[in-house]
């Protein structure tokens, strides 16, 4: 079956520049998760949708982040203004919600922010 | 403050032995646990996972053991193959939803 995909695969902005990724979860997945890797880092929680529940904005790392969830499916991550520090693995996950947790991510977005 | 570490960054296994990959970790709070296997360039691969009320969760060829006592989980792979090399990462959550806090990943390099 389908598995998380994410688009694009490789993004290259300019800093100060807005950039959005994408992603489609597993169907019928309710929970759908943001996380990046930073180089020589370990995964790094961004921003957590359960259903229609508010979302848990707890890791996001600065207002220029910010995410949106339409239709309880694809998901949005906007970062605007990019910079440097930016460039990172994006991964997104999804799983069937409450109970169960184990997440299965997509091949991620690899941001580079010149 | 690193809540979940896994304190070696990489381990040398020859194909046909056992792996051991620990993960140690500080929030008593957290119950339950998970471990994913990621290439380069690709997403974490799901591998198993544990809840607190469990001291062993074992699937094929991989089995966590969970010390809650300790704080420590591990990940047995036996026997270990040249296609297991790649990244491990420890998670844990609070819950049985919402978010991972990972490990920062060890390199296992399986040798024919």
């Known amino acids: 079956g389908a598995g998380v995909s994410q688009s694009p695969s490789n993004k290259v902005t300019e800093k100060g520049k807005d950039v959005e990724l994408r992603c489609d979860p597993i169907?019928?997945?309710?929970?759908l998760y943001w996380y990046r890797q930073s180089l020589g880092q370990g995964l790094e929680f961004l921003i957590y949708?359960?259903?229609?529940?508010?979302?848990?904005k707890s890791g996001l790392p600065s207002d220029r982040f910010s995410a949106e969830r339409t239709g309880g499916s694809v998901s949005t991550l906007t970062i605007q203004r990019t910079q440097q520090e930016d460039s990172a693995v994006y991964l997104c996950a999804s799983s069937l919600g409450r109970g169960r947790n184990e997440q299965y991510f997509g091949p991620g977005t690899r941001l580079t922010v010149t | 403050d690193q809540q979940v570490k896994q304190n070696s960054p990489s381990l040398s296994v020859q194909e046909g032995r056992i792996s051991i990959l620990n993960c140690d970790y500080t929030n008593s709070m957290f119950d339950y646990f998970l471990w994913y296997k990621k290439y380069p360039a690709e997403g974490p691969t799901f591998l198993i996972s544990i809840s607190s009320i469990k001291d062993k969760n074992e699937d094929g060829r991989f089995t966590v053991f969970l010390n809650k006592s300790a704080k420590h989980l591990s990940l047995h792979i036996v026997p270990s193959q040249p296609g297991d090399s790649a990244v491990y990462f420890c998670?844990?959550?609070?819950?049985?939803?919402?978010?991972?806090?990972f490990g920062q990943g060890t390199i296992l390099t399986v040798h024919p």
């Open positions: 998670a844990a959550s609070g819950t049985s939803y919402g978010k991972l806090t």
């Open positions: 169907s019928g997945h309710t929970a």
């Open positions: 949708f359960q259903g229609n529940s508010a979302p848990d």
